[in-house]
T-cell receptor, first 116, second 111 residues
Framework: DVKVTQSSRYLVKRTGEKVFLECVQD?????MFWYRQDPGLGLRLIYF???????EKGDIPEGYSVSREKKERFSLILESASTNQTSMYLC???????????????FGPGTRLTVL | AQKITQTQPGMFVQEKEAVTLDCTYD???????LFWYKQPSSGEMIFLIY??????QNATEGRYSLNFQKARKSANLVISASQLGDSAMYFC????????FGTGTSLTVIP
């Protein structure tokens, strides 16, 4: 079974802190994704990566950066956390690039971040 | 622009009854995929079912079926014989070159 793990289930940080959210997958997937989930807004793509050291902006990259130094690990970084970044963050991975085909994404359990 | 719409923020269903969760989509691309995911209170997104835009028959996976009406651009999820464990958020998603998610429907199964 594919396993995607995230470093924390719950995280509380203060405004202005630098925050690292870590994601690890164990199935040698090429592609990794970071989403933000807010009530009434669904999942919104922040960043994704198709290969090591490669990254692409999603729909809402402002205020975030990412790092992918190893194939299995994809980190989301909040350079200076703000209260409007309080949210649920979901990491996902997939074997191939996103196409109309049936290859699904596999999700981690999520990190609920609160910025005070 | 790609868009997925789920118009039912919350739904209730009696245990053992069937329920339909609505999803409409908007794209001009002829090739796309449609997914449904379940998100229990634990937070993890669980893949339920997939339908390709060129698939002639509706997809089925156990108690889940996808009612695909291409001309109407709808991809409704039907859950037969609801169980208490079906209580969760349900997300519809469309894929072309990335995943586009709807806002979700919260389903509550009543004993």
């Amino acid at each position: 079974d594919v396993k995607v793990t995230q470093s924390s289930r719950y995280l509380v940080k203060r405004t202005g802190e630098k925050v690292f959210l870590e994601c690890v997958q164990d199935m040698d997937h090429e592609n990794m994704f970071w989403y933000r989930q807010d009530p009434g807004l669904g999942l919104r793509l922040i960043y994704f990566s198709y290969d090591v050291k490669m990254k692409e902006k999603g729909d809402i990259p402002e205020g975030y950066s990412v790092s992918r130094e190893k194939k299995e690990r994809f980190s989301l970084i909040l350079e200076s956390a703000s209260t409007n970044q309080t949210s649920m963050y979901l990491c996902a991975s997939s074997y191939s690039q996103i196409t109309p085909g049936p290859d699904t994404q596999y999700f981690g359990p999520g990190t609920r971040l609160t910025v005070l | 622009a790609q868009k997925i719409t789920q118009t039912q923020p919350g739904m209730f269903v009696q245990e053992k009854e069937a329920v339909t969760l609505d999803c409409t989509y908007d794209t001009s691309d002829p090739s796309y995929g449609l997914f449904w995911y379940k998100q229990p209170s634990s937070g993890e997104m669980i893949f339920l079912i997939y339908q390709g835009s060129y698939d002639q028959q509706n997809a089925t996976e156990g108690r889940y079926s996808l009612n695909f009406q291409k001309a109407r651009k709808s991809a409704n999820l039907v859950i037969s014989a609801s169980q208490l464990g079906d209580s969760a958020m349900y997300f519809c998603a469309m894929t072309i070159n990335q995943f586009y998610f709807g806002t979700g429907t919260s389903l509550t199964v009543i004993p």
